[in-house]
């Protein structure tokens, strides 16, 4: 699970997994036209990130906070900003070409099926549900608690505190 990867921020500026070396990374991958879990999914993980600022901000600092896109035709630089700046301030939306989607989710270990189109264009993308701390050199450390109801977000910060010295 890992590796490395070229995409583009929600700013439309070019990075690649080197730009967050000596950080850790909460990464989720999903879209931003999903129905149910991502925005539940992306809420849990911006809220656990402010409950860990507000425990230890030196710690919570040393964390990146990545949303990677499965669905690049729809989730352009624009539309990924407006998503996760309802989520956390430093949460940074990832995009590109559709082959360099395909190819950052198989690295990640991220299966995923776009479906294809309806009549109205509209369209599902069945994905993986996992969010995944990664260490300052890009190994991955934990996968957090998928799913964990409602005290979700403090499990998660309680994980990330356990984790990020």
Request: proline content about 8%; aromatic content about 10%; charged content about 25%.
């Amino acid at each position: 699970m890992g590796g490395a990867f070229t995409l583009v921020d929600q700013d439309g500026k070019t990075v690649t997994d080197q730009d967050f070396k000596g950080k850790y990374r909460l990464i989720y991958f999903g879209y931003s036209f999903c129905p149910d879990v991502c925005p539940t999914d992306v809420a849990v993980m911006g809220k656990a990130l402010r409950v860990l600022e507000q425990k230890d901000k030196a710690r919570a600092d040393k964390i990146v906070p990545l949303f990677i896109t499965v669905d690049p035709a729809r989730d352009t630089p624009k539309v990924l900003k407006q998503f996760v700046a309802n989520f956390h301030p430093r949460l940074i939306g990832l995009t590109g070409s559709v082959a360099a989607i395909d190819d950052v989710a198989k690295r990640y270990g991220i299966p995923f099926l776009r479906d294809k189109p309806n009549a109205q264009g509209a369209y599902l993308v069945d994905h993986a549900r996992m969010m995944v701390l990664y260490g300052p050199q890009g190994e991955p450390i934990a996968i957090m608690p998928p799913n964990a109801g409602p005290d979700a977000a403090q499990q998660i910060a309680t994980d990330l505190a356990r984790w990020v010295p």
